[in-house]
């Protein structure tokens, strides 16, 4: 079993599993987020939110997610420290580019900003909510719309949500079908079938994640 994980094969299928599982993840906070624009007294939001620190969450799934997150990460940096030695040299772009979509080229990189877009944004809201105290405002509704309508900042951080929205779409478009290949999910017709659930998810997860803090921005 440790050599099947430790192979090729078994750390790209951790990767995808751990992919998958973020995936689901996504989706579920998508929806909660949703609550913001669908009631401006906040009530639903914040009973969302609530939902979120109950201790079954917190010490049940949340440990999980941030080892989903670590897991796949971690194996990012494997896996692309192994190609970069399996393939010395760089294939000439032209080939390429013409086998491999724009996306799949830059998972890594991708992935990477997608992490610091995470970084920052457990700032803003996690460390407020779950650990420090929300301060100067009244409820978890109150500090997400203060955070994209406040001043100058409010704009700026509106453009970096909308920013992070459209790079974790560009990672999403390639790893969701990427992941069914990897778990051995894909012959021909279901690879295609795939990269097209693929590529709705994906630009239904950056589309939702854009016009949340826009909506927010301009009609909060
Ligand atoms: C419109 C954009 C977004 C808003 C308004 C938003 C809001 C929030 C809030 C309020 C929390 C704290 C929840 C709580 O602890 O009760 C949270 C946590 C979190 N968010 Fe977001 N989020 C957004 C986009 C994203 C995106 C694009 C990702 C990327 C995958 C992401 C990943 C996370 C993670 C990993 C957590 C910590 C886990 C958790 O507490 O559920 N969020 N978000």
Do not use: C
């Amino acid at each position: 079993m440790s050599s099947f994980l430790s192979s090729s094969i078994g750390k790209k299928l951790i990767m995808s599993l751990s992919g998958l599982f973020l995936v689901l993840f996504i989706l579920v906070h998508l929806i909660l987020n949703s609550f913001l624009m669908f009631d401006s007294t906040g009530e639903l939001f914040n009973a969302g939110a609530h939902f979120m620190s109950l201790p079954i969450i917190r010490f049940g799934l949340q440990p999980v997610l941030a080892g989903g997150f670590i897991i796949h990460i971690i194996y990012a940096i494997i896996l692309t420290l192994q190609n970069q030695k399996a393939r010395p040299q760089k294939y000439a772009s032209q080939d390429l580019k013409e086998s491999s979509t724009w996306s799949s080229r830059n998972m890594f990189v991708l992935g990477g900003l997608v992490l610091v877009f995470i970084a920052m944004h457990l700032m803003h809201f996690f460390v407020p909510i779950q650990i420090t105290g929300l301060g100067e405002v009244a409820s978890d509704y109150d500090l997400v719309v203060a955070l994209f309508t406040t001043g100058t900042m409010g704009m700026v951080y509106t453009a970096l949500y909308v920013l992070g929205a459209i790079l974790l779409g560009l990672h999403l478009a390639h790893g969701f079908w990427s992941a069914f290949q990897s778990v051995g999910l894909s012959n021909s017709i279901w690879r295609a079938r795939l990269e097209k659930v693929g590529y709705i998810y994906a630009i239904f997860v950056a589309a939702g994640f854009t016009i949340i803090p826009l909506y927010l921005h301009f009609f909060a």
